[in-house]
DNA sequence: ACATTAATTGTGT
DNA sequence: ACACAATTAATGT
């Protein structure tokens, strides 16, 4: 399979030698492109990902108000899975989110039959373990940031987050994108930031915002 | 090079 | 939240 060492460059510590052996003969590698839809509300859920490059965001649909709306939950990124693929494969119950490709990404997938087998290796019990762990981290403080922290607050948090993963401070990003992602207008959008830039914190082009030193 | 159009961003109510 | 103005990018002639 392509991209083999660096599957093992990355995995090497998780997981024991046999059950590496075992991922490379069984597990599906795939490319996707930035925007492109991984799964979707609904769909059944039959594999399970494995991130070696790029970052996957992970949205949550507005189940009363139609019109598409989405929030965003969090970014998967190399060397995580998404846990909900792993209750929705162990529950046998369909998609409860929307998964897009932040970038160009490159990673594996497991299929379901496989991930029960490997129960049985400590490497693996260990990584679906930590997996849980770090979401259920994550999803507390996405919950406090939407909960108590102010927009402007949550935007720059956003923003932030971004630049980390793109591993660049310029975004190349529109006011509109932002809102929908945060799950608000764009006129706010373009005001919070309009405040934020004049404290410096961030500059804007058009198509694009270049975060300041912190 | 210019005009037209669409997309993005700014502002006032 | 909405409507509209202003600005910039994209495209055609």
Redesign the pocket.
């Known amino acids: 399979m392509p991209y083999l060492e660096f599957f093992l460059e990355v995995y090497k510590g998780v997981f024991e030698e046999e059950l590496l052996q075992e991922i490379i003969e069984n597990a599906i590698y795939q490319e996707i492109e930035a925007n492109e839809i991984l799964i979707d509300f609904k769909q059944s859920v039959s594999h399970m990902p494995l991130l070696l490059h790029g970052a996957i965001k992970v949205l949550r649909e507005d189940e009363a108000g139609e019109e598409g709306a989405e929030l965003l939950l969090y970014f998967i990124e190399k060397g995580n899975t998404c846990v909900f693929s792993l209750s929705c494969c162990i529950g046998n119950k369909q998609s409860e989110i929307r998964a897009i490709a932040e970038m160009d990404s490159k990673l594996l997938l497991i299929p379901v039959q496989k991930m029960e087998d490997w129960m049985r290796y400590k490497g693996w019990r260990n990584f679906v373990f930590n997996s849980y762990q770090n979401r259920l981290d994550e999803l507390l403080e996405a919950i406090d940031i939407v909960a108590f922290k102010k927009l402007d607050e949550r935007l720059l948090v956003y923003l932030k987050e971004k630049a980390r993963i793109s591993g660049s401070d310029t975004l190349n990003?529109?006011?509109?994108?932002?809102s929908q992602d945060l799950y608000?207008?764009?006129?706010?959008v373009?005001?919070l930031?309009?405040g934020l830039?004049s404290r410096n914190k961030l500059q804007?082009?058009?198509?694009?915002?270049r975060l300041l030193e912190a």
């Open positions: 990003i529109t006011h509109l994108e932002i608000t207008s764009r006129v706010v373009s005001r930031l309009k830039e804007m082009q058009r198509n694009s915002i």
